[in-house]
């Protein structure tokens, strides 16, 4: 069904792909980070699942920010997701997911004065989601379920930008609402009672709505976020998450995922009001590791 040859390039490919903003520019500002896949393996009407996950970046999750140690500490991000998700009929799901994530960055330079100092942003975000669509199984054998769930998530997000050391006169504040329509289908595989994966790309639509800021007009310019005041973005979420269940205990599951996601596919490097100014793009949180539980109280599923 697959060609395995092609496997190991086409990982190598997307993970390329999905590095590619981490080196675009010195001091990127994040707009968006993934979410923990909710993966429903349902299978008939009444079926029933709530998780919760821990997600972080597995490099940086228990590295501690030093504003006065050398060298920058990027990509420093950890929260946790809640969600759940019910068979309505045989084939009619709804699903529903919470979203909370904290993240820092510390970098060696300011790239908003040409003082020689460090900077260091900080990000809250949340997010609720909510979907329905549809699930089938793939051939007699039942073994492979194809979900499909179009939804729409509602949050905010809100950062500081200081300079290190902390300078009163340059701190920073970017407050935003957060619209995102999403795109999802999975593909569940069943292959025992204990082991289980869910495959899922996952197109999604951000806008950023109701901004609050002090940046000043060019400094918005200079991040991208002058460009975000404009622009809806489109972006990529592919996810797996492995599942393990327990003897004795059909009810509860041992979830383990990789959720990924794309930079917002834009390129902006002048801007119309800022002709002069060589301007940022807006970025994503290219991937989360993630490790939680699912709970299946309707018995053995």
């Known amino acids: 069904m697959f060609n395995q040859n092609l496997t190991p390039k086409f990982l190598i490919n997307l993970l390329l792909l999905l590095s590619v903003g981490w080196f ?118 039942k073994k492979v379920y194809f979900n499909g769930v179009l939804g729409v998530g509602f949050g905010k997000m809100s950062s500081t930008d200081n300079a290190l050391p902390y300078d009163a006169a340059r701190h920073r504040t970017y407050d935003a609402n957060v619209t995102k329509y999403f795109l999802q289908p999975s593909f569940n595989f069943f292959f025992n009672d204990y082991f289980r994966m869910s495959v899922a790309p996952k197109f999604s639509v951000l806008k950023l709505n109701n901004i609050k800021t002090n940046y000043t007009g060019t400094e918005e310019a200079t991040l991208g976020y002058g460009y975000a005041r404009k622009r809806t973005f489109s972006l990529f979420e592919p996810a797996v998450l492995l599942q393990a269940g327990f003897k004795n205990n059909d009810w509860l599951k041992l979830d383990m995922g990789f959720n990924f996601a794309s930079d917002p596919f834009t390129s902006n490097s002048r801007s119309n009001d800022y002709p002069d100014i060589k301007t940022y793009n807006v970025e994503s949180r290219n991937f989360l590791f993630s490790i939680g539980l699912s709970f299946y109280p309707m018995g053995k599923r």
């Not at 008939?44 to 699942?49: L, N, P, R, T």
């Open 24 to 141: 675009a520019c010195t001091n990127p500002r994040y707009i968006n980070s993934p979410s923990v896949h909710n993966a429903a393996f349902l299978k008939q009407q009444g079926d029933f699942k709530f998780s919760v996950a821990g997600a972080g970046n597995p490099v940086k999750i228990i590295e501690g920010i030093d504003d006065d140690s050398d060298g920058e500490t990027l990509n420093h991000s950890y929260g946790f997701d809640g969600q759940a998700a019910v068979a309505v009929t045989n084939h009619f799901m709804l699903t529903a997911s919470g979203t909370y994530r904290n993240e820092q960055d510390r970098y060696d330079d300011d790239d908003l004065t040409d003082i020689d100092r460090g900077s260091k942003v900080t990000y809250n975000r949340r997010m609720l989601d909510i979907g329905a669509g549809f699930y089938a199984p793939m051939g007699k054998s």
